[in-house]
Structure formats: structure tokens, C-alpha cells
Nanobody, 122 residues
Framework: VQLQAYGGGLVQAGDSLRLSCAAS????????MAWFRQLPGKDRDFVVA????????IYSDSVKGRFTLSRDNAKNTVYLQMNSLNPEDTAVYYC????????????????WGQGTQVTVSS
């Protein structure tokens, strides 16, 4: 499975941005999907995860109500809609996938995209 994340950029506080993660090599419908983010020198922080089986989606408290994960299985692509962005959202964002449900645990995801930079200016 290969994941290609894109859509990052430089925005101002209060703006919106949509990240995309295109999967190849396996159908998205067979994968649990997640987004994590990372600052230089820090661990990857959980953002959101979506279960392929139950349709369950869990969010970190810091993004709940502002970020939304969605799937387009026909395009084999997952999206992360980010609204009301603030400077604390600045990070490299990674999409991740695994056939097993790993929820918030980065170590439980086998496949990772290359990361896309999101910078929010104040």
C-alpha cells in the first residue's frame, strides 16, 4: 500500500484547508485510516482515525468540531477538512492506514504517507 498526502500550504488563522490522501495498492474500503501531525523534534500526535468496519470516527480533543475526515472509496482517497485553523495547528500532517484498527496509536499503523506541511500564520 502506498499513500500520497497532499494539500498542505500556508494559510492565515481562521482559514480552512483540505488535505487529501490517495491510496494505491489496496482498496481503501479494506483499510482503517488516520491522520497524525508532527512538529520538529516531537512525536507524532493523533488527529483523527476512521474505522473501516463500523464507520466510527474519533478525533483528538484539540481538533474536534473543526476537523472532519471523509472517505471517497471510489477515488480511493481520504480527506481531512480543516476549518477555523489556528497557529497551533501548524505541523507536518501524515496520513496512515492499516487493516487492523489502531485508533490513536501511531505504532499500530503499518502504512504512512510522506507528510504535507500545514502552516497557519496569526
Amino acid at each position: 500500500v502506498q499513500l500520497q498526502a497532499y494539500g498542505g500550504g500556508l494559510v492565515q488563522a481562521g482559514d480552512s484547508l483540505r488535505l487529501s490522501c490517495a491510496a494505491s495498492g489496496q482498496s481503501l474500503s479494506s483499510l482503517n485510516m488516520a491522520w497524525f501531525r508532527q512538529l520538529p523534534g516531537k512525536d507524532r500526535d493523533f488527529v483523527v482515525a476512521n474505522s473501516r468496519h463500523f464507520g466510527q470516527t474519533i478525533y483528538s480533543d484539540s481538533v474536534k468540531g473543526r476537523f472532519t475526515l471523509s472517505r471517497d472509496n471510489a477515488k480511493n482517497t481520504v480527506y481531512l477538512q480543516m476549518n477555523s485553523l489556528n497557529p497551533e495547528d501548524t505541523a507536518v500532517y501524515y496520513c496512515a492506514a492499516d487493516p487492523q484498527w489502531a485508533a490513536r496509536q501511531a505504532g499500530g499503523y503499518r502504512y504512512w504517507g510522506q507528510g504535507t506541511q500545514v502552516t497557519v500564520s496569526s
